[in-house]
Structure formats: C-alpha cells, structure tokens
C-alpha cells in the first residue's frame, strides 16, 4: 500500500467518539486506514497503544504525513483535521471561536452526560433511579438547548462543521440513553439533514454501530453486554483488581 493511500492510520471502535472521527475523514475525503481495537478485551490498554494515547481510550489517530505524529482525545482529531486542511473550521477569529464554543459544549456535556445515562439506564444490571432520572434529565436539558439555537440556524456555528459532526454523533444514539426528541423540532432536522450526507453515511458504519435508531435488537444487546463488561472492568481497575 502505498504511503498516501494511508496517509492517516485511524484508532477506533463503534463507538460515538469514534465515529467523530471517521465521519470528519470522510468528509475531508482525507485517505485513512482503520484499526477497530476491541475495548472489551482491554486492546486500548496494551503498551503499544499507549504509546498513541497515553490515557488508554479511542479515538487516536497517526498522521503518516507528518513523521507520524499522533492525536488523542477526539475534540483535539477533530481540530488538527481542520487545520491541516482548511475545512470544517472557519479562518476568521470569531467564525472559529464559535465552532469551538459549541464543539466544547458537546465535550464537556453532551457526551459525558449521555455516557453516564447510558451506563445506569443501559448497562448496569442493578438500576439506580435516581441515578437515571438525574442523567436523562441533564441529556434531555442539554437537547433543548440545541434545539432552540437549531429552530433558528441551520447548523450550529455558521456552516457544517466539526461541531456539528461531534454533536450529531452522540445526540443520534439518544434513544440508547432513553432520551425521546419528538417534542424538539429544530434538533430532529438537523438530525436528519446531516445524517442524509454521503460522507456521514460512511463514516458511522467505520466500524458498523449499533446503539442508534437504525441498529437491530440483537446487535443492540450484544453490544450493551460487551459494554457492561468494560464497565466491569473499569470498576475492578479503580479497586485495584
């Protein structure tokens, strides 16, 4: 293969963080190859791949046209993407100040809130409800708040961008979270304006999910076992097991 037909060596799973990354390839038409680790067998944490990611989690990415210079943490992929090409991110101070005021609202409360939803509502066997009401509660505000910039702008920053890719990857799994968005009619047409893009159709199926409205009931269960088991693991990491 030749080197620029692999310019970028992405790190992933089916995962929304994941798929922030290969939905942004895609529409970058940047070439790239996948390597899917399997979290449930704790691959994220083998010394080879911590040498990528310190911190043991997907996304990362390896830029082979760089003298292989290694990305982690999806927000910074999605920003370093940008850059090198220009796109996805506008050049003026305050056009770039407002995709990374709304690609920071999805980091630091759409995907972390959404992921703790999914961890009590979902995967852990034992439900907490107040655990659960106090989660879907915050993803259900956090909705709102899109859905009102979104009933008055057709993106969320001016033009399609690395927001909106890393927003529409977690919020299109809502329903993985026991979240309903009927009642939010500017966040369901940008739901389904940015799903209907080529390049966004590619990238969440690199590698193939199935926590969302499209994904089968059988996928969906076999997925929410390997994902109790990394909760699992996880716990037992923090005892010190």
Known sequence: M?????????????????HKISIALEELALPYTVHVLDL?????????????????RIPAIV??????????????????LAEKTGSLMPEDRQGRSRVIQWLMFQIGGVGPMMGQANVFFRYLPEKIPTAIDRYQGECRRLLRVLDRHLQHHEFLAGEYSIADIANWAWVRTHR?????????????????????????QKGIVT?????????????????AERALAMVEVGQSRTCGA
């Open 2 to 18: 030749e080197a620029a037909s692999r310019m970028i060596d992405l790190y992933t799973a089916a995962t929304p963080n994941g």
């Open 40 to 56: 449930a067998a704790g691959e994220q944490k083998q010394p080879w791949f911590l040498s990528i990611n310190p911190n043991g």
């Open 63 to 80: 830029d082979r046209s760089e003298d292989d210079f290694a990305v982690f943490e999806s927000g910074a992929i999605l920003i370093y």
């Open 176 to 200: 993985w979270s026991g979240i309903e968005v009927d009642d939010l009619p500017g966040l369901q047409r940008w739901l389904a304006t940015i799903r209907a893009r080529p390049a966004v």
């Open 207 to 223: 590698p193939p999910s199935a926590i969302d409205d499209q994904g089968d009931a059988e996928s969906a269960r076999r997925f």
